[in-house]
Structures are given as structure tokens and as C-alpha cells.
């Protein structure tokens, strides 16, 4: 008996110095090699506090500064580390809200960021609310205060070049390139902002700091040596020039159209405008959203860059491209004359011309400078028709191809997002059109820059850029220098010279004649500026707009494509102005404008009537709301349209499904169902 009772004893010490010896070694693991007690003991008295560096700041050509930075506090919460303890009247009234707003702050952020995550609980507090809230800030568990520096913009322009920033997105986190971000970062949405995001962001800081009993901060953690320093982003340097901007935009704040200048030598872009446009602080602080959604519903769209994503048909600005292709094809030569008597009809129709008198298209440089529609729609058929490329099919190819060298038909690769390519009709776009049954007489509107052709205004004044340079052209873009440094890699595709064509030096020659005559003695007198050779071409651009399901014709677009000098060229321009006439009119004086404002630093005082006519007319199409809510209304019943056809297609697949079934079932048990 006292064997059997030793024998348990034994096995009760034997357990109990074993379970001993477990919990020992758990113990010992848990101190030495276990991090998850250790990193939630650090989480409670260390605070890690991160540090978002300013952003890049912005510079115009001369230095002047377009967007810099100013302090703000973001009020930052995590709710699941709030204590049950906390006096939300005590904050409520350091912050100067109620406890409904409170309670819909809060609730809309565990929406936003859920409940164990960090989110912005008021965004860029007024300097009044940071001092209270620091006051007692060790009182409010689960709230801290989240240093960042706000964009603040010195002048009301240029808002889509330099664009805006905005709180990532969860959509935006997904993408690889976002892949570093967290939910709460600011980043570039549009505009250089976007375009120069990883060079403008910087680094950002992360420093430890010691907490006391009441959750105060006291030191840095083990004298910093964990902590990382923020690193400012770069700045950037800008080929555009911030005064003429301005400029352009007051000129145009009436109109709706756009303008580019761009600088030939280098592709650097002195200004693009699209009008109307809009201040650029109205997308910064608080207001940024409500904002943004008042800018979306203005129907005249001024977040729509008309410079980069508007296409148009070019209209008579397409006539010296037609020009040089139809010389080194080999169908046209500088004394070729048309008898144009104010029409073509060689193709059964009439194509209109706004000069009748004999003799005005006698040869090219007359035909360019009196703009005469019947000899750039013939020569437009030669190239087609010509003999060297044995069809019309073929000859059309060989033309588009010519025109994406000038860098038609496709987004030119400018430094800004969302650009857009136009539209450059190919062999393959009438066959599909036509069914393959086509000749020149169907498209030779599009030799004089009307009918399937649409170009942005960017394309057309890239496209200048390559008759300036007599052939050659660089990439459009707006940062001359990141950081001081021209030579960046990311600035290495800009500096490459892109040689388009083998297009003879003289014949470039010919045509810059030609559009010298349009200023001194043809359509484009208006662009006429003393001491300066002027290279230009007038467009009168057919417009129709579909209102209430009807094809109205509308007033026409104006247009205007420039160069200046045309012995050292330093800049080309193109304008286009919505619904306002003839290109002479409006988009020829703005123009001419900015050349001179550009090449003289003034505008001459027997000119500044144009400053007085442009800057108080108003070519705002009163139509614009009524063919907006058209095109409102019809993609509206397009898409109830969808949704009904999807509807009866499932329905028909649902029916056909039954009957299957039911054809299955009598063939089965060999009885007719009811």
C-alpha cells in the first residue's frame, strides 16, 4: 500500500515539476526570443511619430515661385485606441464643435480607415484649434496631431499645369506604383503634381519618442538612434513662364478654347492655357472637396484641359503640313497654280473657297497666304492618287504616315497626365468606314483640315515646332530642371532631338515664305509685329453640335498656328477659340499677343486695343447648357438602355434555360408537363 502511495506521489511531483519547467521555459521564450509582448509593451510606451516632408516647391523660367508650402496640422484618430474614460465635451470644446458633429467625424472615418487603423479626424485644423488641443492633448487618448505642409499658390493661374493634391484613394493604393503609400497620404492627382509625384513627395521621417504614465511624451527614444530624417522633395524648374500665363488667361477668360506656346529650340513649353479656367487655391485646404464638386458641375468644364484632351479639326492650320507632304511626295512644286474660281468641283460636289478672283491660289505661296480650300483639297487627292504608291489606298497610308512623324494621331508624351491622341485616319479607318469602296474624292476634305481629322491644340502647336525647326522637334514638356539639375534622368527623354522627316531644307523654306505672306499681305495681317518675320496660318473651323438629337450648324471655331522669327525661331504658338469666327479675328490677335509679349517682354502701345477687345468680349457659347443637358439626357436614356437589354437578355437566357429544362424532364419520365 505504501509502495502504490509513493508511486503517486511520485507521479504528482513528476507532473507539477513539469508543468513547472513548461511554464519556465515559455517564460524564457517570451522574454528572449517572442517580439508580439514586447513591440505591444513599446507600442504603449513608445510613440512613433511620422514626419511628412514638404513637397518640391515650383519655379517659373525666371524664377518666380508658382507653388510652395505652408504648415498645417491634420488631427489624426484611431478609434480603437479612444478610452472609455475620454471627455469628448472637454474636446469638442478645444476644437470648437459639437457632439453630433463629433460623433459623424468619427463615424465617418471608421467608414473610411476601420477601427483599428489611423485616420484623419479633422483635416488641417486652424491655427486657433492646433493651440487648444495641445493645451490638454495628454487628455485625449487615441488623438494625436499629424504635421503636414499645405500647396499655396501666390497667383490664381496655371491651375491645371501645376495641378492639385488629394488624399489617396483606396482604388489608388492598389496600383503599383502607390504601392509605399498609406491610407491618409497626400498625393499628386493631376497636372505636375501628378506627372512629378515621386520627385515632389519626398522622403518621409519616422521618430520615437518616450511616453510617461499620462501618455505625455518626455525624450526621444534611446537618443534617437532609430529615428529616420524626412528629406524635402525637389524643386522643379519650369520653362513656363508665370506672366505670360497670367496673361493669356485674362486674355481668354471669356472664351472657351485654349493656347500653347512652346519653345522650338528646346520643346519647353512658355504657357498653355485652356479656358475657362479656374484659381488653383480652391482645390487645397477643406473646401477642396466641396469645391471640386462645383468645378465638375460648371458646364464649361474648366478641369477639362482643352489643351491636351480637346481634339479639333484643324481647319486651314493643316494647309502648310499639306503643303510639305504634297512637295516631297513629289505632286506639288512651289509654282504649282490652281484655277479656283471660288469652289472645287472635279469630285461632283462643291467644295466652297472665300476667295472667287482669278489668280489668287497661282502658285503655293499664294494659295497658302490667300488660303484657298480648292488647291489644298486637289493636292490633297494627288497624294493620294499618286502614281509612286500604285492606289489611292496605299497613297492615303503613305499621307497618315507622314503626319504621325509630325506627331498627329497619337499624345506627343508631354509631362502632364491624361493627354490625348486625336484622331489621324488611315487606310484601315475608311475601309471600315466605306466598307472598303472609297476613292480621293471621299476624303479630300481632310487635306484642307476638316472632315475626319481632329488634332489637339498641343499636337498643332508640336507640329509648328517641326516647320520652325525645318523638320525636327523635342518632346513638349515643362520642367527644365529637378533639383537644379538639367542633366536628371527623368528630364533624358526631353533632351533627345527627334528627326521626323527627310523632307528637303527648302522645301520647309517655301512653305515659312508662304506663311509669311499669310501675315504680311494674306488672311493673317492682324499678326503683323515690327522688326519680326511672323510665320502664320489663319483656320476657320467648321463646328456642328447635336442638340436634342439634331445636328445644328454652330458658329465656327477659331484657329491660328504661328512661328517667330522665321529666320531664328524662338517661338511657335497655336490658339483655338470655341464658337468665336474666323481664325483672324479671336485667335489671331491672342496669338500675335503672346508672341510679342514673349519676344519684346511689352505690348506696344498703337496694340493694346486688342488687349481692351479681347479681354471684354464674351464668346461663351449661350448653347453650351442646353447641348450639355442633351448630351446629359442622351447618355442618361443610353444607359436605361443597357440596363433593358441586359434585363431582356437575361430574361430570354432564362426562358431558353427553361424550356431546356422542360424538354430534359419529358424526355426523362415520358409524360408532357402541364
Given at each position: 500500500?505504501?509502495?502504490?502511495?509513493?508511486?503517486?506521489?511520485?507521479?504528482?511531483?513528476?507532473?507539477?515539476?513539469?508543468?513547472?519547467?513548461?511554464?519556465?521555459?515559455?517564460?524564457?521564450?517570451?522574454?528572449?526570443?517572442?517580439?508580439?509582448?514586447?513591440?505591444?509593451?513599446?507600442?504603449?510606451a513608445i510613440y512613433k511619430k511620422v514626419v511628412y516632408p514638404p513637397r518640391g516647391i515650383i519655379l517659373d523660367r525666371k524664377g518666380k515661385t508658382m507653388l510652395f508650402?505652408?504648415?498645417?496640422?491634420?488631427?489624426?484618430?484611431?478609434?480603437?485606441?479612444?478610452?472609455?474614460?475620454?471627455?469628448?465635451?472637454?474636446?469638442?470644446?478645444?476644437?470648437?464643435?459639437?457632439?453630433?458633429?463629433?460623433?459623424?467625424?468619427?463615424?465617418?472615418?471608421?467608414?473610411?480607415?476601420?477601427?483599428?487603423?489611423?485616420?484623419?479626424?479633422?483635416?488641417?485644423?486652424?491655427?486657433?484649434?492646433?493651440?487648444?488641443?495641445?493645451?490638454?492633448?495628454?487628455?485625449?487618448?487615441?488623438?494625436?496631431?499629424?504635421?503636414?505642409?499645405?500647396?499655396?499658390?501666390p497667383s490664381p493661374s496655371a491651375g491645371l499645369v501645376l495641378g492639385y493634391v488629394g488624399e489617396v484613394s483606396p482604388t489608388m493604393l492598389k496600383r503599383e506604383r502607390?504601392?509605399?503609400?498609406?491610407?491618409?497620404?497626400?498625393?499628386?492627382?493631376?497636372?505636375?503634381?501628378?506627372?512629378?509625384?515621386?520627385?515632389?513627395?519626398?522622403?518621409?521621417?519616422?521618430?520615437?519618442?518616450?511616453?510617461?504614465?499620462?501618455?505625455?511624451?518626455?525624450?526621444?527614444?534611446?537618443?534617437?538612434?532609430?529615428?529616420?530624417?524626412?528629406?524635402?522633395?525637389?524643386?522643379?524648374?519650369?520653362?513656363?513662364?508665370?506672366?505670360?500665363?497670367?496673361?493669356?488667361?485674362?486674355?481668354?477668360?471669356?472664351?472657351?478654347?485654349?493656347?500653347?506656346?512652346?519653345?522650338?529650340?528646346?520643346?519647353?513649353?512658355?504657357?498653355?492655357?485652356?479656358?475657362?479656367?479656374?484659381?488653383?487655391?480652391?482645390?487645397?485646404?477643406?473646401?477642396?472637396?466641396?469645391?471640386?464638386?462645383?468645378?465638375?458641375?460648371?458646364?464649361?468644364?474648366?478641369?477639362?484641359?482643352?489643351?491636351?484632351?480637346?481634339?479639333?479639326?484643324?481647319?486651314?492650320?493643316?494647309?502648310?503640313?499639306?503643303?510639305?507632304?504634297?512637295?516631297?511626295?513629289?505632286?506639288?512644286?512651289?509654282?504649282?497654280?490652281?484655277?479656283?474660281?471660288?469652289?472645287?468641283?472635279?469630285?461632283?460636289?462643291?467644295?466652297?473657297?472665300?476667295?472667287?478672283?482669278?489668280?489668287?491660289?497661282?502658285?503655293?505661296?499664294?494659295?497658302?497666304?490667300?488660303?484657298?480650300?480648292?488647291?489644298?483639297?486637289?493636292?490633297?487627292?494627288?497624294?493620294?492618287?499618286?502614281?509612286?504608291?500604285?492606289?489611292?489606298?496605299?497613297?492615303?497610308?503613305?499621307?497618315?504616315?507622314?503626319?504621325?512623324?509630325?506627331?498627329?494621331?497619337?499624345?506627343?508624351?508631354?509631362?502632364?497626365?491624361?493627354?490625348?491622341?486625336?484622331?489621324?485616319?488611315?487606310?484601315?479607318?475608311?475601309?471600315?468606314?466605306?466598307?472598303?469602296?472609297?476613292?480621293?474624292?471621299?476624303?479630300?476634305?481632310?487635306?484642307?483640315?476638316?472632315?475626319?481629322?481632329?488634332?489637339?491644340?498641343?499636337?498643332?502647336?508640336?507640329?509648328?515646332?517641326?516647320?520652325?525647326?525645318?523638320?525636327?522637334?523635342?518632346?513638349?514638356?515643362?520642367?527644365?530642371?529637378?533639383?537644379?539639375?538639367?542633366?536628371?534622368?527623368?528630364?533624358?527623354?526631353?533632351?533627345?532631338?527627334?528627326?521626323?522627316?527627310?523632307?528637303?531644307?527648302?522645301?520647309?523654306?517655301?512653305?515659312?515664305?508662304?506663311?509669311?505672306?499669310?501675315?504680311?499681305?494674306?488672311?493673317?495681317?492682324?499678326?503683323?509685329?515690327?522688326?519680326?518675320?511672323?510665320?502664320?496660318?489663319?483656320?476657320?473651323?467648321?463646328?456642328?453640335?447635336?442638340?436634342?438629337?439634331?445636328?445644328?450648324?454652330?458658329?465656327?471655331?477659331?484657329?491660328?498656328?504661328?512661328?517667330?522669327?522665321?529666320?531664328?525661331?524662338?517661338?511657335?504658338?497655336?490658339?483655338?477659340?470655341?464658337?468665336?469666327?474666323?481664325?483672324?479675328?479671336?485667335?489671331?490677335?491672342?496669338?500675335?499677343?503672346?508672341?510679342?509679349?514673349?519676344?519684346?517682354?511689352?505690348?506696344?502701345?498703337?496694340?493694346?486695343?486688342?488687349?481692351?477687345?479681347?479681354?471684354?468680349?464674351?464668346?461663351?457659347?449661350?448653347?453650351?447648357?442646353?447641348?450639355?443637358a442633351a448630351q446629359r439626357y442622351r447618355d442618361s436614356i443610353r444607359y436605361e438602355m443597357r440596363i433593358a437589354n441586359k434585363k431582356l437578355e437575361e430574361r430570354e437566357?432564362?426562358?431558353?434555360?427553361?424550356?431546356?429544362?422542360?424538354?430534359?424532364?419529358?424526355?426523362?419520365?415520358?409524360?408532357?408537363?402541364?
Amino acid at each position: 500500500m505504501s509502495v502504490a502511495l509513493n508511486s503517486r506521489a511520485l507521479v504528482v511531483k513528476l507532473i507539477i515539476i513539469g508543468t513547472a519547467i513548461v511554464i519556465l521555459l515559455r517564460l524564457l521564450f517570451l522574454q528572449l526570443f517572442e517580439d508580439k509582448y514586447k513591440i505591444m509593451a513599446d507600442d504603449i510606451a513608445i510613440y512613433k511619430k511620422v514626419v511628412y516632408p514638404p513637397r518640391g516647391i515650383i519655379l517659373d523660367r525666371k524664377g518666380k515661385t508658382m507653388l510652395f508650402n505652408r504648415h498645417a496640422f491634420d488631427l489624426m484618430v484611431t478609434p480603437s485606441k479612444l478610452s472609455k474614460t475620454l471627455d469628448t465635451a472637454e474636446l469638442c470644446n478645444a476644437l470648437g464643435i459639437d457632439i453630433a458633429v463629433y460623433n459623424k467625424l468619427l463615424q465617418r472615418t471608421i467608414i473610411k480607415n476601420g477601427y483599428r487603423r489611423p485616420g484623419i479626424f479633422i483635416e488641417q485644423l486652424s491655427d486657433e484649434q492646433t493651440a487648444r488641443f495641445k493645451e490638454n492633448m495628454y487628455l485625449f487618448d487615441g488623438f494625436e496631431l499629424l504635421e503636414r505642409t499645405i500647396r499655396e499658390y501666390p497667383s490664381p493661374s496655371a491651375g491645371l499645369v501645376l495641378g492639385y493634391v488629394g488624399e489617396v484613394s483606396p482604388t489608388m493604393l492598389k496600383r503599383e506604383r502607390y504601392a509605399s503609400y498609406s491610407q491618409g497620404d497626400y498625393v499628386g492627382m493631376s497636372g505636375l503634381e501628378n506627372g512629378y509625384e515621386e520627385v515632389l513627395r519626398g522622403t518621409r521621417g519616422v521618430y520615437y519618442f518616450e511616453r510617461d504614465n499620462h501618455n505625455r511624451l518626455t525624450e526621444s527614444y534611446k537618443n534617437g538612434k532609430l529615428d529616420t530624417p524626412a528629406v524635402a522633395g525637389k524643386s522643379l524648374e519650369l520653362y513656363l513662364d508665370a506672366g505670360i500665363q497670367e496673361y493669356v488667361e485674362r486674355l481668354m477668360k471669356n472664351m472657351v478654347g485654349s493656347a500653347v506656346a512652346i519653345d522650338p529650340q528646346t520643346g519647353g513649353i512658355i504657357c498653355m492655357v485652356s479656358a475657362p479656367s479656374y484659381d488653383p487655391n480652391l482645390l487645397r485646404g477643406r473646401a477642396r472637396s466641396y469645391n471640386y464638386a462645383a468645378l465638375t458641375r460648371d458646364y464649361k468644364k474648366p478641369l477639362f484641359n482643352r489643351a491636351t484632351q480637346a481634339a479639333y479639326p484643324p481647319g486651314s492650320t493643316f494647309k502648310p503640313i499639306t503643303a510639305l507632304i504634297g512637295l516631297d511626295v513629289g505632286v506639288l512644286k512651289p509654282s504649282y497654280g490652281y484655277p479656283c474660281g471660288g469652289g472645287y468641283y472635279a469630285c461632283g460636289k462643291r467644295v466652297g473657297c472665300t476667295h472667287s478672283g482669278g489668280g489668287h491660289a497661282a502658285n503655293l505661296r499664294l494659295a497658302l497666304a490667300n488660303s484657298c480650300n480648292s488647291y489644298f483639297v486637289h493636292v490633297m487627292r494627288l497624294i493620294e492618287d499618286a502614281k509612286r504608291y500604285g492606289g489611292v489606298k496605299k497613297g492615303l497610308q503613305a499621307w497618315h504616315d507622314y503626319c504621325w512623324n509630325f506627331g498627329l494621331g497619337h499624345p506627343t508624351g508631354v509631362d502632364i497626365p491624361y493627354e490625348k491622341g486625336g484622331i489621324l485616319p488611315d487606310t484601315n479607318f475608311y475601309n471600315k468606314l466605306y466598307h472598303g469602296s472609297w476613292n480621293s474624292c471621299t476624303n479630300l476634305f481632310v487635306g484642307m483640315g476638316q472632315g475626319e481629322i481632329s488634332l489637339t491644340p498641343l499636337q498643332m502647336a508640336n507640329a509648328i515646332c517641326i516647320l520652325a525647326n525645318h523638320g525636327y522637334y523635342y518632346t513638349p514638356h515643362f520642367v527644365k530642371s529637378i533639383g537644379g539639375n538639367p542633366k536628371d534622368s527623368l528630364l533624358a527623354k526631353y533632351l533627345i532631338r527627334h528627326d521626323v522627316t527627310h523632307i528637303p531644307d527648302s522645301f520647309f523654306s517655301i512653305v515659312a515664305l508662304g506663311m509669311q505672306d499669310v501675315v504680311t499681305q494674306g488672311t493673317g495681317k492682324v499678326a503683323q509685329l515690327p522688326g519680326i518675320n511672323i510665320c502664320a496660318k489663319t483656320g476657320t473651323v467648321e463646328n456642328k453640335a447635336a442638340i436634342d438629337g439634331v445636328a445644328v450648324k454652330m458658329q465656327n471655331h477659331s484657329a491660328f498656328v504661328a512661328f517667330a522669327p522665321r529666320e531664328n525661331p524662338k517661338i511657335a504658338v497655336a490658339v483655338m477659340v470655341e464658337n468665336a469666327g474666323y481664325g483672324a479675328t479671336w485667335a489671331g490677335p491672342i496669338a500675335s499677343l503672346i508672341i510679342e509679349k514673349y519676344l519684346n517682354d511689352t505690348i506696344a502701345t498703337n496694340r493694346l486695343h486688342l488687349e481692351t477687345k479681347l479681354s471684354n468680349a464674351n464668346l461663351i457659347n449661350p448653347y453650351l447648357p442646353k447641348i450639355e443637358a442633351a448630351q446629359r439626357y442622351r447618355d442618361s436614356i443610353r444607359y436605361e438602355m443597357r440596363i433593358a437589354n441586359k434585363k431582356l437578355e437575361e430574361r430570354e437566357r432564362f426562358i431558353e434555360d427553361s424550356l431546356m429544362i422542360r424538354h430534359y424532364f419529358e424526355k426523362i419520365y415520358g409524360k408532357k408537363l402541364p
